[in-house]
């Protein structure tokens, strides 16, 4: 059994290896720096139950969404024994934290968790998928974003459900702002060097594009405007609204056009954060930014245009 677990443990060392090396030294330290934010704090827990509920938690994830155990079954004599050497590895940031924190009583709890996880049965989970009438039928990466927000989406309606009924406006822009950063996720993937090749001319992915815009954002931010018109009907929530939609619009547009423009997924996520996103937000509190928006997306649109030319040759 020991030779089994240093056999797997060698194992599993490796893929972290590969998977580090895989995510790159930025995120890994990101990573890492969070992991130690989260240890720090667990040293300062007094509660007895936030510990082993926390690890139960993180534990049953990982064992739930395991796909080697029929595998590891064929290989290993006692594999329950190895799931519970594991288990008790990865529970031994949670043993220390609960030491230096003196919470002693949820250490036999942690304990007992890594003992008994190993017999429970897997749960398996259906999704269903949610028919979109509305939205843009031509456009499957944004209406692939929008089921995976859906629960954010939700929950972004009921804080401006709330806001209406307190009266309080702000939370409203809050949520549609939010939103619509949200939405140019959506061309976060990079595309397959053949996609551009099923539209006829570039002409007609720009108008995909724009057909997209106009009627996705117009459905999705359409109840949030109008909690905010339940509000006031001043000027100058409408002409927020108007702003939004123009800058929104913008938004997904330049994110269509930029995903062709780059090799690496993080060299993509790199200028959302310094380009798209910044002008998206700062084009809403000054609508003359959407001037300099538009520039920067025609200026993008023709470098797309010659660097893809061939494919329409």
């Known amino acids: 059994m020991t030779e089994s677990l240093l056999l797997y443990m060698n194992l599993r060392s490796k893929q972290i290896v590969r998977v580090f090396a895989g995510i790159g030294p930025f995120r890994c330290l990101f990573l890492i720096g969070i992991a130690a934010i989260l240890f720090y704090a667990f040293t300062k827990v007094t509660s007895v139950w936030v510990l082993p509920v926390c690890y139960l938690l993180m534990l049953w994830l990982y064992h739930n969404s395991r ?54 049965h897997p749960v398996r989970f ?19 974003m929008f089921r995976k927000q859906v629960p954010l989406y939700a929950v972004l309606l009921f804080l401006s ?50 057909k997209s815009g106009l009627r996705n954002i117009f459905i999705t931010m359409l109840p949030f405007i109008l909690f905010m018109l339940v509000l006031t009907h001043d000027a100058e929530a ?46 809403i509190l000054n609508p003359v930014i959407l001037i300099l928006y538009l520039a920067l997306n025609i200026g993008l649109t023709l470098s797309v245009k010659k660097k893809y030319k061939h494919i329409w040759n």
């Open 67 to 120: 796909k080697d155990k029929e595998f590891l079954s064929l290989q290993v004599q006692g594999i329950k024994r190895l799931f519970t050497a594991e288990y008790l590895l990865l529970g031994l940031p949670f043993i220390i934290s609960g030491i230096i924190a003196a919470n002693h009583i949820s250490l036999p709890v942690i304990i007992l968790t890594a003992v008994v996880m190993p017999w429970i």
């Open 126 to 144: 259906h999704s269903i998928v949610l028919p979109m009438p509305l939205l843009y039928s031509g456009d499957l990466l944004y209406r692939r």
């Open 161 to 210: 459900f709330m806001g209406v009924l307190h009266g309080n406006i702000n939370l409203c822009k809050v949520c549609l702002i939010l939103w619509g950063a949200i939405q140019g996720t959506a061309y976060m993937v990079m595309p397959p060097k053949h996609e551009l090749s099923v539209y006829n001319s570039y002409g007609m992915y720009q108008l995909t594009l724009v």
């Open 238 to 283: 409408i002409l927020f609204c108007l702003v939004l939609f123009s800058s929104a619009l913008l938004y997904l547009w330049n994110m269509g056009i930029a995903r062709f423009s780059f090799e690496t997924q993080i060299v993509m996520e790199i200028y959302w954060l310094l380009l798209p996103l910044p002008l998206f937000i700062v084009s």
